[in-house]
């Protein structure tokens, strides 16, 4: 087993801090096929592939600079250090840095934080390629995606814009997020907000509790495994009735093996629901809008640009992005 530390190591030099600031930033990705599961917890290797559509300019900014002591915010609010967050974020950080080196880590959302709206990995992802810059390492999106997944699984996908792939290897060094070269200019992806709270279970303990319970675990990954097929080759024909049906299909199975665990995990709500309901009258008049849902009540709406006025009609406070509005790199 190599652990995290001597994983990182083979990837980068673990040179000391060139400057004494940085600033990044990383789009947050909705996975069309979910990660769910793990086949190795300690470098987050996923048990299946996975596919996200990353949100142009929705996502994290953060800024790195040297401190007297180590600090994190989050939009402006100070993150204390028995929090969670905090830990999590200065045990990534203590993966590149000497003991001696303490930082203040800012990051600015423009997406809700915990909302199931991925956050973790728009943070990690530019976190990853903030230290990049202040350590003046120059590594490859490869290998800063490879990084990036030591904090969190998803944001190995969060290096790129557009679609990207996060496939099953086993071996830790073939294990990043790979774009897609398809441009879907059309595509939108509208974010129905319902709670933007800190979600009822985090999603890697989630993750897990459905790994170790749910009878069901086995057959959602062979399931899903097909589901990342049919959703790679219609984004490849632009079959967006095939994408749509089998986002929304992988989707509803992910939440499904959720409820098989024991005990179960269920983050919709009644506004999910009703919001369910409207999408499927919607397809009965012929509108194709589809939904996906994360480890939270909110939903996000997949469809084309010529239907988003009739879908506003039933939604009007849903939040449109069209997820190729930037044509330039993450690291640009
Ligand atoms: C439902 O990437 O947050 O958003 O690797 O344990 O940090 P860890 O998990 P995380 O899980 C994301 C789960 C998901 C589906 C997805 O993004 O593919």
């Not at 990044?24 to 596919?51: E, H, M, Q, R, V």
């Not at 984004?235 to 089998?246: M, P, R, V, Y």
Request: charged share 20%; aromatic share 10%; proline share 5%.
């Amino acid at each position: 087993m190599i652990y995290k530390k001597s994983y990182a190591a083979q990837l980068i030099s673990l040179n000391p801090p060139a400057r004494e600031f940085a600033e990044a930033f990383a789009p947050s990705n909705i996975a069309l096929c979910k990660y769910w599961g793990k086949k190795n917890l300690d470098l987050n290797i996923p048990a299946t592939p996975s596919l996200s559509i990353s949100l142009a300019d929705r996502g994290t900014k953060v800024q790195l600079s040297i401190a007297p002591r180590n600090s994190l915010s989050i939009n402006s609010k100070n993150i204390t250090e028995e929090s969670p967050a905090f830990k999590r974020t200065f045990d990534f950080l203590e993966l590149f840095m000497a003991k001696n080196i303490k930082l203040a880590v800012q990051s600015e959302n423009s997406i809700p934080t915990a909302a199931g709206l991925a956050s973790s990995a728009s943070f990690f992802a530019a976190l990853t390629i903030a230290i990049d810059k202040l350590c003046n390492w120059q590594a490859s999106l490869q290998t800063l995606s490879c990084l990036a997944r030591l904090g969190s699984g998803s944001a190995c996908r969060s290096l790129h814009h557009g679609f990207v792939k996060w496939l099953d290897y086993d071996d830790p060094f073939k294990s990043y997020g790979i774009p897609m070269n398809v441009r879907w200019e059309e595509l939108r992806i509208g974010l129905l907000i319902f709670d933007d709270k800190e979600k009822s279970m985090p999603s890697r303990q989630a993750m897990l509790h459905t790994q170790n319970t749910s009878p069901l675990y086995q057959a959602w990954c062979n399931n899903s495994r097909t589901d990342f097929e049919v959703v790679h080759a219609a984004i490849k024909k632009k079959n967006f009735q095939t994408l749509g049906e089998t986002a929304e299909y992988n989707a509803l199975s992910l939440h499904a093996v959720m409820l098989s665990a024991r005990p179960s995990i269920i983050y919709s709500q009644p506004e999910t629901l009703k919001a369910i309901s409207k999408i499927h009258a919607l397809r009965q008049n012929s509108i194709l809008v589809y939904f996906t849902q994360d480890a939270g009540p909110n939903l996000k709406l997949i469809f084309l640009e010529n239907d988003l006025e009739c879908i506003l009609e039933d939604f009007p406070r849903m939040e449109v992005i069209n997820p190729f509005s930037r044509v330039d790199n993450v690291e640009s």
